[in-house]
């Protein structure tokens, strides 16, 4: 899920599916559709924030900037054919969804800084843990939170 600013001033979430991470995990990449609403909205103003959440309840938030990618070995090396689904194909020869398609680019956010929660319990343990909680009173710790500052992650990117 992305969420920036629009134009509006008015928060605005997307979610997008995670292609791949370089720079050692520090550079998110997410396809895009060149012409959409959203590459304009970010090449207005990159600033941008990634959460994801998975099956654990492990959680993400990070910040970062964006920059919209077209070099096409870059898109070849991470194409999927099953974004065609999401291209389509308007049947001009060119605009198909393929790997070749000039509307294909690569949203690739460069994090900033990121603030993550680390659940060391099973789905059960978890559960167990927030039922316990509920009939004691006392607040749920089922996650541990744990933040990456800005200059964390320049080290860190520097060294990959």
């Known amino acids: 899920m992305t969420t920036r600013d629009s134009r509006t001033g008015k928060l605005v979430s997307r979610c997008m599916a995670l292609v791949a991470e370089e720079s050692g995990g520090v550079d998110q990449l997410f396809f895009t559709n060149t012409e959409s609403k959203k590459t304009d909205e970010l090449e207005n103003d990159p600033h941008v924030n990634v959460s994801s959440l998975d099956s654990s309840g492990q959680w993400a938030s990070v910040s970062g900037t964006t920059s919209i ?15 065609k689904a999401w291209m389509g194909d308007i049947g001009d020869g060119t605009h198909d969804g393929s790997e070749n398609d000039p509307h294909i680019g690569i949203i690739r956010v460069k994090i900033t800084s990121a603030t993550y929660s680390i659940s060391e319990k099973t789905f059960l343990g978890f559960a167990a843990k927030v039922v316990k909680e509920t009939v004691t009173g006392q607040p749920a710790s089922v996650n541990k939170l744990r933040e990456i500052s800005e200059s964390e992650i320049q080290s860190w990117r520097a060294s990959h």
């Open 69 to 83: 990618e077209t070099d096409r070995s870059l898109i070849k090396k991470y194409y999927n054919p099953t974004l």
